[in-house]
């Protein structure tokens, strides 16, 4: 029997790897500028950066980019050189064309949950990097319905779901991301499972005493999904 449960998946971090990649970039830029400055203080300059540019450019790699270059040209004093640009750049290229590797257990586990309900892969990120990805996955034809959203904030939800007709008494997302998966769900009272990832974006995280406040299921891997669904009320 199928579930009215509706199901919304996040995909980077979630369905295949994703912080990983540019966890390798960041170091890449850490690595170049040290003739100037420490590596953490390029990690706190970058993400301070990212911070403000995701509202001017959205998430992604070209953001990942644009913010390397300028907290380069801040960290350099301005003597950044058209090789050290060129070596930043081809960090975001190697991102892009880096294969997909889906996550274990993904593929196998979306057969089991798309004979059971129906599914929404939720993400947010550069849309021309997402498509690919999500094409490149050979995953898409489990999904009724494929979202690449500028932000992944309550309103963002509810307009999404009233479009596809879901009830979110009936909607559970499931992701990596607590800020971006979780939290906005509970906010509009629908449900959410956190599946953790090893690598989280700084902005991405959240202090453990918000998520101590909150009461939702954390599971391991994907694989835990039909299981934990399994024991969910279905209203
Ligand atoms: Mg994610």
Request: net charge negative.
């Given at each position: 029997?199928?579930?009215p449960?509706?199901l ?6 979630t ?7 540019f966890?390798?970039a960041?170091?890449?830029l ?6 100037w400055v ?12 990212e ?10 790699v070209k953001s990942?980019t644009?913010?390397?270059?300028q907290a ?7 003597e950044?050189t058209?090789?050290l640009?060129?070596?930043i ?5 190697w991102i ?16 089991i949950?798309?004979s059971?309900?129906q599914?929404l892969?939720?993400t947010?990120?550069?849309p021309a ?5 999500i094409?490149?996955s050979?995953l898409?034809?489990?999904f009724?319905g ?5 932000e992944?904030?309550?309103n963002t939800y509810?307009?999404l ?10 909607f559970v ?7 971006s998966?979780i ?6 009272q629908?449900r ?6 090893h690598s989280?974006w ?5 202090d ?5 406040s ?9 694989s835990q ?11």
């Amino acid at each position: 029997m199928v579930s009215p449960l509706i199901l919304g998946l996040d995909a980077d971090d979630t369905l295949w790897e994703n912080q990983a990649r540019f966890d390798t970039a960041q170091a890449k830029l850490r690595d170049l500028l040290s003739p100037w400055v420490e590596g953490k203080v390029v990690d706190e300059t970058l993400l301070n950066i990212e911070r403000n540019n995701v509202k001017l450019y959205g998430y992604g790699v070209k953001s990942f980019t644009l913010s390397s270059i300028q907290a380069a040209v801040e960290l350099t004093n301005r003597e950044i050189t058209a090789d050290l640009t060129t070596a930043i750049i081809e960090s975001g290229w190697w991102i892009i064309k880096h294969p997909v590797e889906i996550l274990p257990g993904v593929a196998e586990t979306l057969k089991i949950l798309s004979s059971n309900h129906q599914l929404l892969l939720i993400t947010k990120g550069d849309p021309a990097d997402q498509y690919k990805k999500i094409n490149a996955s050979g995953l898409s034809h489990y999904f009724r319905g494929i979202e690449v959203v500028q932000e992944k904030d309550p309103n963002t939800y509810l307009e999404l779901l009233e479009r596809h007709n879901v009830d979110v008494k009936d909607f559970v997302m499931v992701g990596n991301s607590v800020p971006s998966d979780i939290l906005p769900i509970l906010s509009i009272q629908g449900r959410a499972i956190h599946i953790p990832h090893h690598s989280t974006w700084g902005h991405e995280q959240v202090d453990e005493s918000v998520v101590a406040s909150f009461n939702f299921p954390v599971i391991e891997s994907f694989s835990q999904l039909p299981d934990i669904l399994a024991t969910f009320s279905e209203n």
